[in-house]
């Protein structure tokens, strides 16, 4: 049965172009199992409610944690040939894209739920495994599509008047002129500020129980890795709703 977390709402007549309808999807992390029923129920909602444009707009973390990232990413690559699909780079893709050049950020990688996403590869990695040799047997199984998507990733998408990114922005700085650690990696500072950033903005990266939803901003990170809830926002005109 579909969970329809909330009715339409206004979100302070922030908007999307007439016309358009926008599905954003919160933090996966290797979590393929939420992710393919989510994806037959936003075209089920296409087939239901017809519209001449649409975007999906995945906001990043597709790996780590979670037991199939493998899986995630033959689910978004396949989808996004057929599909318009935005998706945005996560700070745990940063990890993965870097590690086969780059053995030394194994032990952020790690902690943050690498081990998983190898052992979904078929590398056989442990917390203390020798990070020259997994970064070795990493590149070798990293299938070359799955390459270049993660080191394609942008950073954020502008429509109307929200504002798409992994993590959140840093307050009083405009949203063109963003660093990459921020649209990546903020925490507090973003989440703390009560002002307006210029447009609303849709985030994950901070886990919530339920859709956070502020006047400034909407978190949809739902911790699908550990709790089971994978979140769709979906926006149209001033109105939003989730699947």
């Known amino acids: 049965m579909w969970n329809v977390l909330a009715l339409p709402r206004r979100t302070s007549k922030a908007r999307i172009p007439d016309g358009m309808r926008i599905y954003a999807v919160g933090d996966v992390h290797g979590r393929a199992d939420l992710l393919e029923p989510l994806l037959v129920r936003i075209d089920a909602d296409l087939a239901a409610h017809p519209i001449s444009q649409q975007v999906q707009v995945f906001l990043g973390d597709y790996i780590d944690r979670g037991p199939n990232s493998r899986e995630v990413l033959d689910l978004l690559i396949k989808r996004r040939r057929q599909r318009e699909m935005i998706c945005l780079m996560g700070n ?16 952020a990688w790690k902690a943050g739920g690498g081990v998983s996403t ?32 993660l080191a394609n ?10 504002f ?17 650690s921020d649209l990546l990696w903020i ?18 990266h901070t886990p919530t129980t339920e859709p956070d939803i ?30």
């Open 118 to 149: 190898l052992l979904s590869y078929g590398v056989a990695a442990s917390l203390d495994s020798d990070p020259q040799q997994l970064s070795i047997a990493f590149g070798q199984a990293l299938p070359a599509d799955h390459s270049r998507f």
């Open 164 to 180: 798409f990114c992994h993590a959140g922005v840093r307050p009083k700085i405009p949203l063109q002129q963003q660093r990459p």
């Open 214 to 243: 502020r006047p400034n901003r909407i978190n949809i990170d739902t911790g699908a890795y550990a709790t089971g809830r994978l979140t769709c926002l979906v926006l149209e005109g001033d109105q939003i709703r989730f699947i």
């Open 187 to 204: 925490r507090d500072d973003f989440i703390l500020h009560e002002e307006h950033f210029g447009k609303v903005i849709v985030h994950g």
């Open 92 to 107: 745990h893709e940063t990890f993965a894209a870097e590690f086969i050049g780059n053995p030394s950020v194994w032990q």
């Open 153 to 162: 990733l942008p950073l954020s998408y502008t429509c109307g008047d929200f």
